[in-house]
């Protein structure tokens, strides 16, 4: 029953979005996301955090399986979050200060891997890249639809530096929306980030609730 | 001779056996003008089809519309069908409830009509919508995302009002039809035989189910009436509600209401005529019944009349000049023949069913019905287009007479209608046989108490035979059936 | 912001695709699909300072879409270039923009660009590389080809900054004279006028200071000088003591569409009408100059009578603007387009002028402009006359090789000059261009060059607004799209090189525009505002450096004063006013999108071309809003829809310019007519100067009718108050001398 | 929300309805035209075009009536006696008003148009279904409709590089309309909201108010006392609120005026009277 719910869920999240991205729907995508609509709307959300929920924070329930995407380099996230203990925020520099948490500049991985573990075969990948003077294309993994108006950098500023969170632990603010990274290689989608999802964060946290404050 | 002899709706003479053996015969063996009717609905149907698909790929701008007139066609023809919806009620359940006997060989395909041009009625507001894909949206459903509709909106209110008199209209039509059901189930042979069995639902005609079914079908009748009335005030509401000049009228419900039980009985006139003649059911579908409907009509040609003389006057005489003007742009503008048209059809056309001549000749009848829906749909297009056309803002004042799109689904509309409605009447029967015998029963019965009154001519006696036409029948004819 | 960095490397635009992929942070609003792992992002190689995906800077520039030279700002973000705004520090247009300033982006990110260098092979132009390119332009150009002198010609537009000095540098180099300067839209008999009266081509007007502004066709607002300045003034001169606007011109443009009073003066007798009130003020004694009593007597001849009879303004009109002018004082009259582009324009002009100084407007509202100190830099201003000249050197095969650089001779020359027939004939054409234009298609040599918005460049305005001198810095808002695309600078240096060691040294136009802008006199580096002194990084950041001139004041001179009016009896009644608009200009921009897709501001028409007609005249040729009419020169005829309304001339039919294009991409090419095209050769008389407006034509029922597409459904309000307009005096009562 | 949370402040969702509009605003953002100083050049729609990713349509299009101009410029000739216009053309910049009591609001029946604490006729494109009853309703018909897909005829490569990542574009079937730029005032709430301090006049303007050359439109947030737009209507006695405008007798011919006010949708832009020089 787990399993099936799961796929219909993601089957909604994928007929959400691809009605939602206002391209025309095909009759059978129709027929079948109304059903689906019903039937979830009727099945309890079951919620679960495996990481530690910071206290000021009622997590916002959801869950969601795909496919791992794949990168041109395999980033072992697990290895740098769990083993490494690299703060979120070192590399997605961009997340306290603007919409996108942003892709690290090539150069900030040669920092280190300029002299730490060459010998790997995806560092010498990487390392044929910044060579070549281009950065690898990654695949974008959390992707909210285009009329979707989100900033990490009030998102962040709100649940940590306002809250005064531990800066070192942010990891467990970010992965309310982005899952465990610390279990992944490359990074997963673990939650729907669908509307729903969102609404009730921002109905549980005291968010806005005015459409135009995210939807543009 | 006298009264019940002058207006007797249907030789009385008539065996019941027959009446059955007619009506089955009539479901199998049609003349030919039915199945060109059929194939000329099917064209229509398709191109309709045809174009629809073009416009969910290209957009609504393939139907002609532009910033002035977002509406247009679309949106008159589905409150055309809305309206041809009432008759049916009109007919069956008002005049079920007031014993008038004359309904009973007619309201059938009454019926049938309401359920289907409400199933037309029913496409249009999807195919006017610009992402018909999240139609469902106007439907207050329970979803992770905690958005509802706008209960304000009356296109809400459409939703609900149109889905409820759909189905209740159907349930209507359904269980009127349960001894017929019955009766052709013993009649016919083959998946006919079967189809019929599932439907009457084992029906054996006796007391106990009879008592149920007349209650029954009383109690759908009296909730069907409000129903009705309501739904067209609700779909006059879409205007009414507005702030736009010529739609912000307060007359509007009982305006759209008089419109649509007028096109209504325009329809079933149409339909009778047809019927008669595709069917050979002369018999059954007398001249008597057809002026009785001639003169029904009438009536309310002429409440409508008079409803649209108050509108007239009072814009006139009210002092809202955006009203003001586009009333006399109606009358004037570019949309004033089509107007004319409407005044034309709907106001001094039905003085034709003042003559009885005309009345009982079907051709004629035939062609003044078809103005009166003319009419009646060219009321809905002026209700729409001229509003729009010249609003508040002169600045975009435009004159628009939709694009080939919107003229092929608008006719090919009636195709569907006209299709669904002939494979009805090929599969079950156009005329209630139980009913047709009750009334034949009852006639049989007047006239005897006529004969006795003859007979011993005097007054006490003469007054006993009015009482006893009063008087309902005793005896199930129902159980001839079974 | 301090920039330190090269600035196309800071400007690296991040990773772009085309459809399908998105930018990083960049939620392009494509319709891209939302399941993840779909679209590509990209990350920088190198972190760059202010590049934050996700968030916008605004860059200093200037706008080169029309010689105003306007300073922009351009809003970048993922390196790209998504909008731009007036720079609120330029004194040209103070913050502000108009709508072909606007369009800048869409001219650079124009479709129909052209991406590589094509150089003519049998009768074709062929894509080849840059190498062949510049090998070919060598081999015809360079110093041992063996071309020298006056055989060498360059076409361009309006130039100014360093441009101009390089162009004149080649040319030097190679020995020739040939530069010709050619705009449509020009001011060069209002110049020439000013520099015979005033001493000053372009004298520095005060619009704010005036209390009557009357413009004789100059359509200040839409296309004279500096329309978006013009604006800004306009507008104080309006809010303040609510001065009043009197134009008088045969077909409304936009400064008529707003005047208090618009006046149609029979076409080409405008100088009449100044003279006569000219004469009546003399007459009164109202003049705040006295003049000697010669000019009194050669005027005296223009009587009230006599005035109302040539220009056919009655006699009280002529009275009342003449009392106006005395009355609400000081006044500023002003002369354009329609009044100066005739045979004897330069007179009209000049008894335009002379108003002036009988109202001493001289030092009041006229006064003189701060040139800006090196003379090198100083604009270039186009005009007609060196069209008509290039027109005569192409008939008698006076040029083996021509330059073409911003502007279109092939579609701004009437037919008659024959212009591109004869460019055939020219051995070597080179087109620095970026739009497949109808002079572009006829070069031999095409020579793709970066857009407004990649291209380096300074510009000296020619018209100075501010009483310090300004130099307004072009640079680049974003890395080049197309790769094949270079600056003009650029290659201009590269011919430079070939002939001139000095300039080995300059890697790029962007290296010798460091030097040279750092070298640049004390009287300019000296009085650097901002931060930090150094004049580039001020310029950069700025997009402006201001030089404070000394200016000395105006010298009035008054001239002989005789205007005749130019009877014509040939069998043309009617006269062909060539109306430039805001928008699509001299057509430049007919291959902008949204300048097509903008109605004319008075006839509200879009996407096409039309006749404006006076309503008596259409009812005599029995014509309607939509109905074709041919239009008819002794040297070719147009056909083109009607629109008819009361704000032109009975005598005059107007057709916009910028329309009828045959080539120039796929928003242009084959839409509406051009006017010039069917004008007849004829000369301004003091100046030389094309006389645009001069050209008779007879119009006649074309019998043809289509839809007029334009804006708007009822031209009335009928009753309702969308716009409503109060007197002076109400406003005056309610709300004071404000 | 809920459908409790309806049933619970039933009150406050029917006094809504009542007399449309937000009850506790944090702005109201309003707009001043002062059509004296319009000169009706075309820069505040050619800003409009490039901000809000509005689509070209071409010619067929523009002439079945379906160009999607948010901000047009109307030109009027009226009451010209004589032969000659002689008081030139009258231009009118007509953008959606983001009326108080907007008529388009109620009729929606997804609620994808709604008015949001910023005092905004907001139009939620994602949930639009393309009823069109809003623009029906809309007395100046400033809602403009997608009637076709435009992406790809309006964009070709590489013109929709210049799109603006701040909005939608809007596909076929959605309804969309002035917004009063939207994305430019939630930055500005963004940024101030990170300074720490109240959003102060002037940092939020709009293109078109951006781009006027002459300055002839004012945008600010009317109930900001210290802002220019509430100086003005101060000055001009106009007040929020869907009702007709009472002017003290004094002098009554002040020239603000709010277009349509006697339909009492309380719009929320003024128009200053356009004053000609009659004496001329």
Known sequence: MQVERRTLLRKLVCSLRGRMRMKTVTIKQLLSFSVLAFVVSILPAKSYAELPVPAHITPPVGEHESPVVPQPIEFPHDRHVKDMKINCMYCHTYARRSKVAGIPPTSKCMGCHKVIATDKPRIQKLTEYWEKGESPKWLKVHDVPDYVHFTHEKHIRKFVFDAKFPVEDVQQVCGLCHGEVQGMTVAEKKKPLNMGFCQRCHEANGGPGDCWACHK | MSQVIEDKVIDEKLEWSRINADVIASMQAPRKAYWVTVFVCLTMFLCAIAAEIYQYKMGLGSAGLNNPHMWDMYIATFVFWIGMSHAGTLLSAILHIIHAQWRKPIYRFAEAMTTFSLMTAGFFPMIHLGRVWNLYWVLPYVSDRGIWPNFRSPLVWDAFAISTYLSSSALFLFIGMIPDMAILRDHTTGWRKKLYGILCLGWRGDDRQWRNFRRTYMLLACFLIPLAISVHSIVSSDFAMSIMPGWHVTTFPPYFVAGALYSGCAAIMTLFVCLRYFFRMEEYMTLNIMEKTCKLTFAIAMVWTYLNLIEFSSTWYGHNIYDKEVLIAKATGPYAAVFWTMIFCGCVVPFTLCFQKLRRHMPSMFVVSILLNLGMYVERWMIVAPTLAQAHSPHQWDVLWGSVIQWAIVFGSFGWFGLLFLVFVKLFPCVSMYEVKELCFHLKHEIEEEEKAKKHATTKAAGKAEEGSGRTAPGTPGLEGA | MSVKVNRRKFLKMLGWGGAGTALTGCDLPTTVTLEEGKEEVVSYLMPEEYAIPGIGVWYASTCTQCEAGCGLHGRVREGRVLKVEGNPDSPVNHGKSCMMGQSTVQAHYNPDRITSPMMRKGSTLQAVSWDEAMSALTSKIGPDSGVKGDRVGMVTGTVSGHQAVIIDELLAQVGSKNHYVHEVINTSVWSSVCRDMLGDEMPKLNFDKAGVILSFGADFLGTWISPVHNMGEYAKFRKGARGSLIQVEPKMTLTGGNADLWVPAKPGTEGALALGIANFILERGWNAVDVPSSVGKSLSQYTLTAVEKVTGVPVSKIKRIASMLTERGPSLVIAGASTENHENGYDAVASVMLLNLVMGNIGKTIEASAKFPEKALRAKQGNTKDLLLLAKALKDNKLDVLFTYNTNPAFTAPAVLQVSESLSGVGFKVAFSMFPDETTLQADLVLPIHSGMEDWGTHVPAYQPDTSSVLSLQQPLMEPIHKETRGFGDIMLSLLKLRNKDFGKFADYYSYLQTAVANMPADVTSNVEGASKDIWTNMLQKGIVKAKVSTNDLSPKLVDMKFKVKQDNSGYPMHLVPSARLGLWDGRHANIPWLQEFPDQIAKVVWGSWAELHPKKAAELGVKNGDYVRVTSASGSIETQVYIHKGIHPDAVSVPLGQGHDEFGRYAKGRGVNPLKILNPLMERRTGELATHATRVKVTNAHRHEKLVHLGGSESQVGRKFVKTISVDQLRRTEGEA | ?280
């Open chain 4, 1 to 280: 929300m809920s459908f409790k949370n309806i049933l619970e402040n039933f009150s406050y969702y029917r006094r809504d309805a009542e007399d449309g509009g937000h009850h506790d605003y944090d702005h109201r953002f309003g707009m001043t035209i002062d059509l004296d100083i319009c000169t009706g050049c075309n820069s505040c729609s050619t800003a409009c075009y490039a901000e809000n990713n509005l689509a070209v349509v071409g010619k067929e299009r523009f002439e079945k009536g379906q160009a999607m101009h948010w901000m047009r410029v109307e030109r009027y000739w009226d009451n010209i006696e004589g032969d000659y216009a002689e008081e030139g053309a009258k231009f009118l910049p007509m953008l959606c008003q983001n009326c108080g009591a907007a008529t388009c609001e109620p009729v929606c029946p997804v609620a994808a148009t709604y008015h949001t604490p910023d005092g905004l006729n907001a139009q939620v494109y994602n949930r639009c279904i393309g009823s069109r009853y809003c623009s029906n309703n809309c007395p100046f018909r400033v809602r403009y409709f997608n009637f076709w897909s435009y992406y790809e005829d309006s964009w070709p490569e590489p013109l929709n590089m210049q799109l603006n990542p701040d909005l939608t574009v809007r596909d076929k079937g959605v309804m969309e309309k002035c917004t009063f730029c939207v994305q430019r005032i939630r930055t500005a709430k963004d940024k101030a909201q990170r300074e720490e301090r109240v959003m102060a006049d002037g940092d939020v303007v709009t293109a078109c108010a951006q781009a006027c050359p002459t300055g002839a439109i004012v945008f600010g947030d009317t109930m900001d006392p210290g802002s220019r737009v509430s100086k003005l209507w101060e000055k001009h006695q106009i007040h929020r609120g869907p009702f007709l405008q009472k002017k003290d007798k004094t002098n009554e011919e002040i020239r603000g005026y709010r277009i349509f006010d006697e339909l009492s949708v309380d719009p929320s832009i003024m128009y200053l009277e356009r004053v000609r020089d009659t004496e001329v």
